[in-house]
């Protein structure tokens, strides 16, 4: 028997996650709890559910740069190695939680060294919380694997180190490397040197392009710094071009990128709020994906953008009318596009993936 699509049944299928920012994703609650630890006294609210609904409207802004203003404040609560781990493990809880069996989670290590940890040390710290958030999973009856994203800011100069540090852990599930921040102003290859050691080093990397700025980003991060997948890349829309009769013309950056099956990390909750799409409705997913584009489904920043896979999923469902193949489709190619090894993404497409949409397919 199928099972119908709604909001109680999405978290029972199996998710793929490929952009979730660990400092975007904090709860409420332990926003508030750590920061009275640590005497961070310039929270907007005391109480969770006001402090929540601030996150979210203060980042439904139009702009990339007063959405990422937010972060101050989740960022300043986590400054020592207890609340990195607390953070990491509650993060994995949650996603479990949502029905995610696979998540790469990202976050910029030179953000967190205001209360004196080196870069090693706090990469540590979010791989123990990670692995301690794996256990409790476990010990539920339930399973989920994260792999870690090292993130270079991009208005800051470290992206050299950071890349070091990434390969430095790659044995220890640190699957890859994202450049994030401001996007006009900073093109990604500002970062080249880190771009092309990574490569050196057979090392995977992202990056954000195509969400606050056009076409430039997208060529720049494909063609000059060779990113394996793109971050949003909303705007490669601009590349394609819908006559009247509904033919659709592909221009050159648009066929390169579905042609070379470049996965698409494409976060709507998170790209309405900083203007990059009018409204779900409207959100080149719906073309880029009935165009067979490599589109995923993303949450970006669960807390400011107030989602998770499952309610992202859900939206999908009201505005495009996906069902469950479609979202094993999207699920599939996040696993396909993931920074695990070939043998690892096939074993959870096949051993979890495939047989969890069966028993909903019936
Ligand atoms: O959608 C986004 N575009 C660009 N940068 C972002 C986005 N979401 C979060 N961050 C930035 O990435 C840092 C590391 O996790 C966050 O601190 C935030 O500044
Ligand atoms: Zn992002």
């Known amino acids: 028997m199928v099972t119908p699509v709604s909001t109680e049944t999405i978290p029972l299928a199996p998710k793929v996650l490929l952009h979730d920012h660990l400092d975007g994703g904090l709860r409420p609650e332990t926003v508030i709890e750590l920061a009275r630890e640590v005497g961070y006294r310039k929270l907007p609210h005391e109480d969770p559910r006001a402090l929540g609904r601030w996150f979210a409207e203060a980042a439904d802004s139009g702009s990339l740069e007063r959405y990422l203003e937010t972060f101050s404040h989740t960022v300043a609560v986590m400054q020592t190695r207890d609340a990195l781990v607390r953070v990491a493990t509650e993060c994995v809880e949650d996603l479990a939680d949502d029905g995610v069996v696979y998540a ?3 976050y910029a290590p030179e953000l967190f060294q205001e209360g004196g940890l080196t870069l090693d040390e706090i990469v540590q ?3 123990d919380g990670f692995r301690e958030g794996e256990r409790r999973v476990a010990a539920s009856g339930r399973w989920i694997r994260i792999g870690t994203l ?13 890349a070091e540090l990434a390969v430095r852990y790659r044995d220890a599930e640190v699957v890859g490397f994202d450049i994030a921040g ?3 102003g900073f093109p990604p290859t500002r970062n080249l040197d880190a771009f092309e050691y990574l490569r050196q080093q057979n090392a995977h990397f992202t990056i954000h392009a195509g969400e606050a700025f056009g076409l430039p980003s997208i060529w720049e991060a494909l063609q000059h710094c060779g990113t394996e997948r793109l971050g949003h890349g909303v705007r490669i829309v601009d590349d394609i071009k819908v006559d009247g009769d509904g033919s659709v013309h592909l221009g050159r950056l648009a066929s390169y990128v579905r042609d070379r099956r470049i996965p698409l990390e494409m ?3 998170s790209n309405l709020q900083t203007g990059a799409a009018p409204s779900i409705a409207e959100h080149p997913i719906g073309l880029l994906a009935r165009l067979r584009f490599r589109v995923t489904v993303n949450t970006d920043n669960r807390l400011m953008s107030h989602c998770s896979m499952s309610s992202e999923f859900a939206t999908l469902h009201e505005t495009f ?3 469950w193949a479609d979202m094993q489709w999207f699920t599939v190619n996040a696993m396909k ?3 695990l090894g070939f043998d690892e993404r096939l074993d959870v497409i096949n051993n979890i993936i495939k047989p969890g949409y069966a028993t909903l397919i019936g």
Do not use: D, T
């Open 337 to 339: 596009s993931s920074f």
């Open 267 to 269: 976060c709507p909750s």
């Open 150 to 162: 090292l993130a270079a800011m991009r208005q800051n100069a470290r992206s050299a180190e950071i």
């Open 182 to 184: 401001p996007e006009a």
């Open 125 to 127: 710290a979010v791989q």
């Open 321 to 323: 009318g996906y069902g």
């Open 104 to 106: 790469e989670v990202r």
